[in-house]
């Protein structure tokens, strides 16, 4: 349960998301169908959401990518047949005496990719959280070096978690 914590702090994902996004890895891992296998993009080195509308694609919030290298999904593997829910990791951490909201995760993503200077748009979008202005929706358009930016960023941090 520890590494599920871990990878939400490195994508930024709210609780079920980050589940959700884990079982799918998982799926890959076990069965290797096409399906799981279309949900992690190595070339753009990244987790593509919206490939599952279902889940990652709501009214107001929709996470639709994440930037992860391949160090960060292995410390994932093999979680098991059955990936745990986040009441159950947030119940095991209880009964340990450890108070855990993973809320925090997603504080330490936002927090840390900011330290990085990654522009608050992007760390929003990222985040699942939809701009609400037609220029951040329509017109700005990301530099090239965004993802190589926040991939060393992201190991930086996934070198911290350690």
Known sequence: MSRIIKF??????????????VRLLNEQDLAHTMQAASYYNPE???????????VFLRQTKKAYISFVTPSMI??????????????AIRLACYYQGIKCSMRYCRKI?????????????????????????????HYLVPQDRLRDDILQALHQLQKQLQ
């Open 74 to 87: 292995e410390g994932l593997s093999p979680i098991g047949e059955r990936v745990p829910s986040y009441n």
């Open 44 to 54: 753009r080195q990244a987790l593509e959401h919206f490939r599952y509308p279902e």
């Open 8 to 21: 939400a702090c490195l994508v930024g994902l709210r609780a079920s998301e980050v589940v959700e996004s």
């Open 109 to 137: 993503f936002a927090s840390w990719l900011k330290t990085y200077n990654i522009p608050d748009f992007v760390i929003d979008i990222l985040q699942g959280r939809v701009p609400s202005s037609v220029l951040a929706r």
